[in-house]
């Protein structure tokens, strides 16, 4: 059994930044590729960021992040991180951390986080 914890979220001013993290807690697993999402209210769930697992990792970014948000792994640790800088009020929703975790002798899941909820005050 493998989860992913998600940590981080909050409350900010508009300007302000954050940093989520994605924690795979288990033991003899690798996490493959990675993302992260977010859902604000009333909208679809969108794609923000990913990495995948080839040395330090190739990201790709929504254009609405770009030159804002970085993402990054540890693979160490096993964890996923996600720094939000110059946020803006439209950057609120629950983002949601989504890996393809490999596990030995069982194989690749696709698993989601729990969510963590970012608020931008204007």
């Known amino acids: 059994q493998v989860q992913l914890v998600e940590s981080g979220g909050g409350l900010v001013q508009a300007g302000g930044s954050l940093r989520l993290s994605c924690a795979a807690s288990g033991r003899n697993l690798n996490i493959n590729t990675a993302g992260w999402y977010r859902q604000a209210p009333g909208k679809q769930r969108e794609l923000v960021a990913s990495?995948?697992?080839?040395?330090?990792?190739?990201?790709n970014y929504a254009d609405s992040v770009k030159g804002r948000f970085t993402i990054s792994r540890d693979n160490a640790k096993n964890t996923v991180y996600l720094q939000m800088n110059s946020l803006k009020p439209e950057d609120t929703a629950v983002y949601y951390c989504?890996?393809?975790?490999?596990?030995?002798?069982?194989?690749?899941?696709?698993?989601w986080g729990q969510g963590t909820q970012v608020t931008v005050s204007s």
């Open positions: 990495i995948t697992s080839t040395g330090t990792g190739s990201t």
């Open positions: 989504n890996a393809v975790v490999w596990l030995r002798g069982q194989g690749n899941y696709d698993v």
